[in-house]
């Protein structure tokens, strides 16, 4: 007689969804800081990274592992400090290797992400999104049981706009935005005692009005964190911004 395994299913309390109308403008890096935020703070945490054709996860947390797999399905890859990471870059034979997809294989992709991957317990689940507000951004909101929305912008004219598309969408959604975090705030000048706003006046508290969401961080320009990214040694990163992160998250989370 043989015996059937049955598949242990998921167990993920939050899925918490990374976003904003516009590209480059570091909703990986938020993605991954939000992630190592709840981390430290004892929670078992996971990134899916929907990404599909411009991964950036596993390069920022230096992850190259192939996942493996089992009768309950692919195994997120481990970070350093324990987040479980999934990303088509861990699956492709190279990681130069180009994703040529349209829309419905993308979407494909991103939904066997949530149901073919064994995430096992998870407190929080959190997914990096593309840019735009287009298939894959859809595909997760709509498949995905998305309970928050973290809402990225630097304080540009232009991301102001599609950032406003990008909270449209979410409210058009039904979607609960849980804050906004403004990248790229400042730079900062230790020689002078200085930020400088490099890419204009910030634009915080009028991102947080537009998204009736708390302003989370203002993450400044921090070649500190080009090198971390560059070397994926993220989860060495410290800095005043970072705290201010994990402090508004923590009392968003004690005040739920
Ligand atoms: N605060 C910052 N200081 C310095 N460099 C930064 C900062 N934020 C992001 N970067 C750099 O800018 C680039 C884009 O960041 P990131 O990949 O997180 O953006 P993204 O919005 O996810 O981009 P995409 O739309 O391509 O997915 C990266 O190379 C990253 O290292
Ligand atoms: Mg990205």
Known sequence: ????????????????????????????????????????????????????????????FGITEKPEVSENGMHPVKSKTGIGIMSINLLLPNEDEAVIWRGPLIGKAITEFWEDVYWGNLDYLIVDLPPGTADAPLTVLNSLPV?????????????????????????KMDKHILGVVENMSYLYIPELDKKMEIFGKSRGEEMSQTAGAPLLAQI??????????DEGKIEEYESPAFNSLIQNLNQLINKK
């Open 1 to 60: 007689m043989t015996e059937e395994k049955v598949k242990i299913p998921n167990n993920i309390g939050n899925v918490i969804a990374i976003m904003s109308g516009k590209g480059g403008v570091g909703k990986s890096l938020v993605a991954a800081l939000t992630a190592i935020a709840l981390k430290k703070q004892g929670f078992n945490v996971g990134i899916l990274d929907a990404d599909i054709t411009g991964p950036s996860i596993p390069k920022i």
């Open 220 to 229: 400044p320009i921090d070649i500190e964190l080009v090198k971390l990214c």
């Open 147 to 171: 309970s928050g929305i973290i809402i990225v912008f630097t304080p540009q004219d232009l991301t102001a706009m599609v950032v406003r598309k990008a909270v449209n969408m979410a409210k």
